[in-house]
């Protein structure tokens, strides 16, 4: 089938959103989820969910919004102008998770759908989204264990998706002012389209499936190890690099603020707390350095 139902796919979000939700608060087993519902004057609206002050996650946040609008913003448009000026809609579910202890890496994921129309013209639709990882401390185990999940769960759409998609990932994901990866990637995905409906909507699913078999048994393995003061602020000044990409080059975020999206939703990928610090630089043969000579590399870890 090579028609979108947008239905189906809005259920799964909806029910993905519920899934993710259940999954972190058990768990962190402190906080919940506060939920804010919300719409959008120029067509449609969300459900935001924001979990804090956990205790083992300090910010997490899982959002689900479907927006329409009359003209596509320009961020959607710049790698593909031949849109400019349909009407659109877009859906998805989008998720940062900030936890507390500075050996469980942050990670962000999302999957969503755009489909934009124009009379007289069958819709132009596809699918997007991926996960990846941003530790503050490497293990080697834990980026091999996240990306052999990634490399499963695209096994089964081809041999080349997962390299092709993990390169995608690390060239997306990388702070281009500051010449380094945010982490150490994992998928992205856009504009997929192709062979068909079912199988670009099947792989979606897949991906939000497949995240928390890639990240709770991480967070399971690290949220008990012994930090201080010492890991705490060195996490705070790498939260500045996540800031800095979220800012300066993420689509999504850029997307969401030009079509007058909800600023509260679009900003929850934000950390809580976040330093700068000029001109660091990390301890020789620190555990520190480390992950700049052996984690934010392209690097195959499967």
């Not at 129309?117 to 490497?138: I, R, S």
Request: aromatic share 16%; proline share 6%.
């Amino acid at each position: 089938m090579n028609t979108p139902n947008l239905y189906q796919v809005k259920n799964f979000f909806l029910s993905l959103q519920d899934h993710l939700c259940k999954q972190l608060e058990q768990l962190d087993g402190q906080s919940t989820f506060m939920e804010d519902g919300w719409q959008r004057d120029a067509g449609g609206g969300g459900r935001s969910r924001v979990l804090t002050e956990g205790k083992v996650f300090e910010k997490a946040g899982v959002n689900f919004s479907h927006i329409t609008g009359a003209s596509m913003p320009a961020s959607a448009t710049a790698h593909r102008p031949e849109l400019a000026g349909r009407s659109y809609q877009a859906m998805g579910v989008s998720l940062v998770i900030h936890p507390i202890n500075p050996y469980v890496p942050t990670s962000h994921a999302n999957v969503r759908f755009f489909m934009a129309e124009k009379e007289g013209e069958p819709p132009v639709w596809w699918f997007g989204g991926g996960f990846d990882l941003t530790p503050y401390y490497g293990f080697e185990e834990d980026a091999i264990h996240w990306h052999t999940v990634a490399k499963n769960l695209c096994q089964p759409f081809g041999d080349d998706i997962y390299p092709r998609y993990k390169k995608w990932c690390d060239d997306y994901f990388f702070i281009k002012h500051r010449n380094e990866p945010r982490g150490i990637g994992g998928l992205f995905y856009d504009d997929l389209n192709t062979p068909d409906f079912d199988t670009c909507f099947n792989f979606t699913q897949a991906v939000g499936n497949g995240f928390l078999s890639a990240y709770l048994p991480i967070v399971e393995k690290r949220k008990n190890l012994t930090w201080g003061e010492h890991e705490r602020q060195f996490q705070l000044y790498r939260r500045s690099r996540y800031v800095e990409f979220n800012l300066v080059w993420d689509r999504g975020t850029l997307f969401g603020l030009q079509s007058g999206g909800r600023t509260e939703s679009i900003l929850m990928s934000m950390p809580p707390l976040v330093r700068w610090e000029y001109g660091y630089s990390p301890e020789k043969n620190s555990p520190e350095s480390e992950l700049y000579t052996s984690f934010l590399i392209k690097k195959d870890w499967v």
